[in-house]
């Protein structure tokens, strides 16, 4: 295996983190005006990620970061052609964390229900901009001999990397749903539940189709594979085991569910970063795209030297705040 071939990896398990991470922080946006029918529920349900949302956003930034100093020319054509994408996606993750950090300055309800809209649009754009995006990876892009963009903002949303938006949007929120009925207690605890049960179908038939489509796409077939028919059967699970009590377990299920879903772009692009719709000549692959060996090891150094210890730091964050929210604890007092 080659440096590229391991930053590839790495990138790809960095998008993975990210979406497992920041995945059930987008849900829980989502569903919160939801599961919460007043407004101590809604603060119940946003109490829950208030420790974690910003932490798990991070795994965003390092991840460009890595592609930016592995694949200078991935990053250079990708960001450049989605350029706008990226900044409506940027203008949402920063409306979140305004939602996050205002809602609760003022007591008034017009004030709070501004807020709560803010946070529910930012939490349904923000994946499924990124989800068009890394579907346009694998779809293709116009793109000429020189990995310049030519084409114009249409070209950015085919039917597929639409879909692979919805079908991010829907993962997230079945996600957070599972996370909800982990992590809060009494009426938002039941509806979360009843969430995830109504959810999961509806998520099931999207992944399939989502895995089957990318499949065809990439021309390497029409079946799914063992793991990703694992996949679909984990998000009919999580509605069984939600509705079972087992929460952590749904949890668990939802997060293969993502994971798996993420993995499959970057699986069907292999060894290409970037497909051009121009000719496969004009493909972006880890080749020609990739750093200079001297910068991959230093990079990888630091890889192995520095992600343990973030591993390690997330992990004891979510154990510090592993107990379920309640009532009590989000009173205004």
């Known amino acids: 295996m080659s440096l590229a071939d391991l930053w590839f990896i790495a990138v790809a398990v960095l998008w993975t983190g990210f979406f ?9 946006g989502m569903l919160h ?14 109490s829950s990620i208030g420790p974690l949302w910003d932490g798990n956003e991070v795994w965003l930034v390092v991840a460009g970061a890595a592609m ?25 993750l920063i409306v979140r964390g305004m939602s996050f950090e205002y809602r609760d300055k003022d007591k008034h309800p017009r004030w709070r229900r501004t807020w709560s809209t803010l946070l529910t649009v930012g939490s349904v754009v923000a994946p499924f901009l990124l989800g068009v ?3 346009d990876l694998l779809h293709g892009l116009p793109i000429g001999a020189d990995q310049e963009f030519a084409g114009t903002f249409a ?4 039917p597929y990397s639409l879909f692979v938006g919805l079908t991010f949007v829907l993962l997230c929120a079945l996600h957070g749903a599972t996370f909800l009925a982990l992590k809060t207690t009494a009426d938002v605890r039941e509806r979360a539940t009843r969430l995830t049960r109504r959810l999961a179908p509806v998520t099931a038939l999207a992944v399939l189709v989502y895995i089957t489509w990318s499949h065809v796409i990439s021309g390497k077939g029409f079946f799914p594979n063992v793991i990703e028919i694992a996949a679909v059967l ?10 079972d009590g087992k929460e952590g377990w749904a949890f668990t299920a939802t997060t293969f569910a993502m994971a798996t879903s993420v993995l499959v772009i970057f699986t069907n692009l292999y060894p290409r970063v970037m497909v051009s719709t121009m000719g496969a000549a004009n493909d972006l692959t880890l080749a020609n795209t990739a750093s200079g060996s001297y910068a991959l090891k230093v990079m990888t150094v630091v890889l192995v030297v520095m992600l343990p210890v973030v591993i390690l730091y ?9 107990q379920r929210v309640t009532a009590a604890d989000v009173t205004d007092d």
């Open 68 to 92: 930016f100093a592995a694949f200078p020319g991935w990053y250079a054509t990708m960001f450049s052609s989605l350029y706008l994408a990226l900044v409506l996606v940027l203008a949402a």
């Open 20 to 28: 497992i991470l920041e995945g059930f922080d987008f849900g829980v």
């Open 234 to 243: 984990a998000v009919l699970a999580a509605a069984w085991l939600a509705g």
């Open 155 to 158: 070209d950015l949303l085919p």
């Open 314 to 322: 997330q992990a004891w964050t979510y154990h510090v705040f592993r």
């Open 133 to 135: 995006g890394l579907g």
């Open 33 to 46: 005006g939801v599961v919460g029918r007043d407004d101590a529920g809604r603060r119940m349900a946003v």
